[in-house]
């Protein structure tokens, strides 16, 4: 190393030697904090090697909003969301187009997707000009009494009373679907819903009705929001 008169190192080497001290007096300080923000990142990066994939998911149709018991399902019914493949039930579809035009067979909560149970079984049907709807009525043990092939008109009041409205006239009564894992009944005789299907009549039963289309929105207004009742008619 060369040096000035007197021993002086050069003004280029009496630059360096401050800046490397400074340096690692630094480095040396903050040891503890850059230790600190090794082992943190090495956490999050085992963190994320031991957390397991999301599940697999698949596109659901569900209620876009609160459906009636009788409604029959438009565009706008339905949505199309995604759900973990295990809490996705049996049969459910997994488009708009796959049931709109059914009917709604109880009441429906916003996001409750549409599966079996839900709508109208797609072989129930009545007469040409008629679709089905489900109502229920304000007491079930009414329709224990209805038999298939009734002919019914469907009232409805509101719950302070007054005089009743008919939402359906001559209403044809349809066989309820049998409930899962009982023995159908026979379909003679007047023998009421719960003869005909082997079904037991009670408030999570509804009456299946086929109306005509132009009564399916009173309908389907009226079991939202009042008590409905059946009168038999000739």
Do not use: C, N, Y
């Not at 090495?42 to 009636?68: C, G, Q």
């Not at 035009?101 to 009441?107: E, F, K, L, Q, T």
């Not at 309908?219 to 929001?225: D, I, V, Y």
């Amino acid at each position: 190393m060369s040096t000035f008169a007197g021993g002086a190192p050069p003004p280029l080497e009496r630059r360096r030697a401050p800046l490397r001290i400074t340096v690692r007096a630094v480095l040396w300080r903050t040891r503890f904090l850059v230790a600190a923000l090794f082992v943190g990142v090495a956490a999050s990066v085992a963190a994320d090697a031991a957390r397991p994939a999301p599940p697999p998911t698949a596109p659901v149709a569900v209620a876009a909003h609160v459906l009636a018991a009788g409604s029959v399902l438009r565009a706008d019914d339905v949505a199309v969301v995604r759900m973990p493949v295990a809490l996705v039930p049996d049969g459910a579809p997994t488009s708009p187009t796959a049931v709109v035009g059914g009917s709604i067979a109880v009441p429906v909560a916003a996001g409750m997707p549409l599966a079996a149970g839900v709508l109208v079984p797609d072989d129930l049907a009545g007469p040409d000009g008629t679709v089905v709807a489900a109502v229920r009525l304000a007491d079930p043990a009414v329709a224990s009494l209805l038999g298939t092939g009734m002919r019914v008109d469907v009232l409805a009041a509101t719950a302070e009373g007054g005089r009743g409205k008919v939402v359906a006239e001559r209403a044809l009564v349809l066989p309820a679907p049998a409930a899962p894992g009982s023995a159908a009944g026979s379909t003679s005789g007047g023998g009421g819903l719960a003869g005909v299907t082997g079904a037991t009549a009670d408030d999570d039963q509804p009456l299946l009705l086929a109306v005509r289309p132009d009564e399916v929105a009173d309908l389907a207004a009226a079991s939202a929001g009042a008590l409905l009742s059946a009168v038999v008619v000739p």
